[in-house]
């Protein structure tokens, strides 16, 4: 997945500032391609929401796993 500067920013400084635990990305509005054997994210209706570790009830089931 390709990120924008500023996001990419963001992204790099939460997963070190979060070290000891794990970073969940939830891409919402995203489709995933395939090219080949490539894959890549494009977004939906032209829109996009990624977050970084939100407070979602489907976030903490996976937590859980």
């Not at 963001?10 to 970073?23: A, H």
């Amino acid at each position: 997945m390709v990120l924008g500067e500023k996001f990419a920013t963001n992204v790099m400084n939460t997963i070190q500032l979060r070290f000891e635990k794990r970073v969940i990305l939830v891409l919402r509005f995203g489709n995933i391609k395939v090219s080949k054997e490539d894959r890549y994210v494009s977004n939906a209706y032209n829109i996009l929401d990624v977050q970084l570790n939100p407070n979602m009830a489907e976030v903490e089931e996976f937590r859980a796993l």
